[in-house]
């Protein structure tokens, strides 16, 4: 039998042999613009059949979408489905999802898109992202909205409510490093790390005692630049030091 595996037919790249009767063998095969099609050996080997369905009906320019957003949006899902070339491949075809053989057909694609709500500042978005595309596990959403339905977005739980890190951050006035860093890289319980004041909060910020010495040691960093002012016998003249030093070299 003849592997025709990875040869090109046009726009067609071969895939894999799929199924076969006595007469003809039939391969997979994928389009260059994501789009896949099933082919008869001898249509492909004497240049019958040169791409996949959508892009024949697009070289006809039957259905007139060609150039919309709608279109790109339908061959990019494909793309990154099927083809190992994709920059994104890893993220979806490399996991498993796949697009449902109906909507390989884009007017099929097409009429359930505008029947559920399509407009082109909105994007698709998966309902569980450990599924493929699909009609039920589909919606159209805007952008911002997609962002955070994807798996590496951060969920916490305090008293039964449920918010993304970012919103717990945002919620309790600090930065979201800030409260990455806490959680996610130190591993600091949630409620500790948002009840946690932040060190620039702080009022004694640079104010250190040193046991060693049994003094307060006073250190102001600016712009990446370390002041060592001195060492206090109270931690209230280390403060009136860091504050007289900070004003006078215009450092607040």
Same mark, same amino acid.
């Given at each position: 039998?003849?592997? $025709? ?13 799929? @199924? ?63 083809? @190992? ?22 007017? =099929? ?17 998966? =309902? ?37 890190? @970012?919103?717990?951050? %945002? ?14 890289? @130190?591993?600091?319980? =949630?409620?500790?790390? $948002? ?40 931690? %209230? ?14 450092? =607040?």
């Amino acid at each position: 039998m003849e592997n $025709l595996a990875q040869l090109k037919f046009g726009s067609l790249l071969v895939i894999g042999l799929v @199924k076969y009767n006595n007469a003809y063998r039939h391969w997979l095969c994928l389009c260059d613009c994501g789009g896949t099609k099933i082919v008869r050996k001898d249509r492909l080997t004497n240049g019958e059949v040169k791409c996949c369905d959508a892009c024949k009906i697009d070289a006809h320019t039957t259905h007139g979408w060609s150039k919309t957003r709608l279109y790109s949006t339908w061959t990019s899902m494909l793309h990154r489905t099927e083809s @190992k070339k994709a920059h994104n491949y890893s993220a979806y075809g490399g996991k498993g999802i796949k697009v449902c053989d109906e909507w390989k057909d884009f007017l =099929i694609f097409k009429d359930w898109a505008v029947k559920n709500g399509y407009t082109d500042d909105l994007t698709i978005d998966r =309902i569980d992202n450990n599924k493929g595309y699909y009609p039920r596990n589909c919606r159209w959403v805007p952008s911002e909205a997609q962002a955070r339905n994807k798996t590496s977005n951060l969920y916490y739980t305090i008293n039964g409510e449920c918010k993304l890190l @970012k919103d717990w951050a %945002e919620e309790y006035g600090f930065k979201y490093l800030t409260i990455y860093t806490r959680v996610v890289l @130190k591993g600091m319980d =949630i409620e500790e790390a $948002l009840n946690t004041p932040s060190v620039r909060d702080d009022p004694y910020r640079g104010v250190c005692y040193c046991s060693a010495r049994d003094k307060w040691e006073v250190r102001v960093t600016k712009n990446k630049q370390t002041y060592r002012i001195g060492r206090f016998d109270s931690k %209230e003249e280390g403060l009136k030091a860091r504050n007289k030093f900070m004003k006078e070299n215009g450092l =607040i």
